[in-house]
Structure formats: C-alpha cells, structure tokens
C-alpha cells in the first residue's frame, strides 16, 4: 500500500503564495506518476498539475497555468506544488495523488477525467481576498 501526507497548506491572501509538499511511503513504484488535485467547497474533485516519473513535461490545469509549478525529489519520495499569485477561487483542499500504473504517461485528459488511483488525506488551503 502506498501512503500518501501532504503538508504545506494554510490561510493566505490574495496574491500570496504557498507550496504544498506530499511524502510517499511504503509501496512505492520504480517510476511513479504524481500529480496534485483540488475539492472546492460543494464541488467535485478537479486535476491540477502532474508530473511525469522524470519531472519532465508536467501537465497543468487551465486555471492554475503559469501561477503553480509541480516538482518533485525522487531521492526522497516526495512531489510539491508551488503556487503563487494565489486566488480566492483557489480555496480548495488539496490532494496529492500516485497512479498505479507506473512508467506510462497518459495524456492530460486521462488524468483529468480518471484521477490517480492512490490519495493522501488532504491539505487545506484557504486564499482570502
């Protein structure tokens, strides 16, 4: 089983910015697929950012493009998520996420229509405008 802790989140304002880190333990794959996804207040879950086992050719939401970076240290098991210029829509909580398919990149509507398939327990973050 793979575990999944996210860490980083908080109560920001507009503009501000913050980064999420997540830390895998346990089962972990040779060339894991991570990526970030968000839960709005009364909404479904939606993809954010994913990142490929190398760190190259990461994929973005339309709403967090150009304000949040994914990166990741494979040495220490863990992926983050930079974000900056913060916004209120931007209230979410955050989940960070592995694929069970190792090695493989699928496309970005793959993971936006079918998500990842292991979860941490999320962190919340609040943008106040």
């Known amino acids: 089983q793979v575990q999944l802790v996210e860490s980083g989140g908080g109560l920001v304002q507009a503009g501000d910015s913050l980064r999420l880190s997540c830390a895998a333990s346990g089962r972990t794959f040779k060339s894991p697929v991570m990526g970030w996804f968000r839960q709005a207040p009364g909404k479904e879950r939606e993809f954010a950012a994913v990142?490929?086992?190398?760190?190259?050719?990461?994929y973005y939401a339309d709403s967090v493009k150009g304000r949040f970076t994914i990166s990741r240290d494979n040495a220490e098991n863990t992926v983050y998520l930079q974000m900056n210029s913060l916004k209120p829509e931007d209230t979410a909580i955050y989940y960070c996420?592995?694929?069970?398919?190792?090695?493989?990149?699928?496309?970005?509507?793959?993971?936006?229509?079918?998500?990842?398939?292991?979860w941490g327990q999320g962190t919340q973050v609040t943008v106040s405008s």
């Open positions: 996420a592995v694929h069970r398919v190792p090695g493989i990149y699928f496309s970005r509507s793959y993971y936006e229509a079918n998500g990842m398939d292991y």
């Open positions: 990142s490929r086992w190398d760190g190259n050719s990461p």
